[in-house]
C-alpha cells in the first residue's frame, strides 16, 4: 500500500512483460472519462484498440469489471470481441463466451426509476440511471442535492432491504450480495484465467473489494486518481494513463 497517495509503484517485469498476468478493468473513470450524465460517455477507438491489443497479448485473460449492467456495457462498446469476460451489476452478472449468467430479471428498479424522477422531477440536477439490477441516482449536475438524495436512498434502501452503494456524486441501490471483489473471483476462476497473475485498475470506492481480492490472489492493483490511492499498489493519474500502462502489458 501507500504511505502518500501521490506514490507510485512501478510494476514489476512479470507484469510488465505480460508474462501469465490477467487484467481486470473497471469502466466509467478508468476506462472512459466520467461525464455529467451515464449515457453521455463514449468508448473511444483508442481503448477498443488498447483492449483488443491486450487480450491478444494476454491470450484472452481480459475483463471489464463495472457497476454498469452487461446490456449497458455492450450497448456502449459496439463491436465488443465476443470472447471478452465482462462483469456486469457489481459482480452480480457475468458474461462468459457471450453467455450471460446473472439473477432472473424484475421490474424492481423500473417502477424505483420512475418513482425517483416523481419525487425529484425536472431542474433538479438528479439524473436517475437505471439498471438492470440497481438504481443510481446522481447529483453530480448539482451537488447541493447530496443530502436530499442520500435521504431518499435511505429510505427506500430501508424499505425494499436493498444494499447502498456510494460512488463519485452518486448513490447506488442494490441488492444485497455480491461485489466487485466476487466478481473478481469468479473471473479468476474461469480456466482461461487459472494460474494467472491479475492486474486491476479502477478508481472508485466500489473497486476497493476488486483491489483487495487481486492483491489476496498475488496480483496488483491499481488506483486511477487518489479517490482509491491507500487501498491499491500504484496509482496513475487518468484514463490516458491508464491506456499506456495496458499498452505496456501488451508490448
Not at 461485489?179 to 491479475?198: E, N, Q, T
Amino acid at each position: 500500500m501507500h504511505n502518500s497517495p501521490a506514490q507510485t509503484i512501478t510494476i514489476d517485469p512479470e507484469i510488465r512483460a505480460g508474462q501469465r498476468s490477467a487484467l481486470l478493468v473497471d469502466f466509467d473513470g478508468t476506462l472512459v472519462d466520467i461525464r455529467s450524465t451515464p449515457d453521455a460517455v463514449e468508448v473511444s477507438r483508442a481503448v477498443i484498440d488498447a483492449i483488443a491489443g491486450a487480450s491478444q497479448r494476454l491470450g484472452g485473460r481480459v475483463a471489464i469489471v463495472s457497476g454498469r449492467s452487461i446490456a449497458q456495457l455492450e450497448a456502449l462498446w459496439p463491436g465488443a470481441m465476443p470472447e471478452m469476460v465482462m462483469a456486469g451489476s457489481h459482480g452480480q452478472e457475468l458474461k462468459v463466451e457471450g453467455a450471460v449468467q446473472g439473477p432472473v430479471h424484475t421490474n424492481l428498479f423500473a417502477r424505483m426509476a420512475e418513482a425517483a424522477s416523481r419525487h425529484f422531477g425536472n431542474g433538479a440536477g438528479v439524473v436517475i440511471e437505471e439498471k438492470t439490477f440497481g438504481l443510481g441516482v446522481h447529483y453530480r449536475q448539482n451537488p447541493a442535492q447530496r443530502d436530499a438524495v442520500r435521504a431518499w436512498v435511505t429510505d427506500r434502501a430501508h424499505e425494499l432491504e436493498l444494499f447502498i452503494q456510494q460512488g463519485d456524486m452518486v448513490f447506488e441501490l442494490r441488492p444485497r450480495g455480491a461485489d466487485k471483489g466476487d466478481a473478481v473471483r469468479a473471473i479468476m476462476a474461469l480456466d482461461r484465467f487459472s494460474g494467472s497473475r491479475p492486474v486491476y485498475i479502477g478508481d472508485d470506492l466500489t473497486d476497493i473489494p476488486a483491489f483487495q481480492a487481486v492483491q489476496a490472489l498475488g496480483g496488483h492493483a491499481i488506483s486511477v486518481g487518489e479517490r482509491t490511492a491507500a487501498h491499491s499498489d500504484e496509482q496513475v493519474g487518468d484514463v490516458c494513463a491508464v491506456l499506456r500502462r495496458i499498452g505496456e502489458m501488451a508490448a
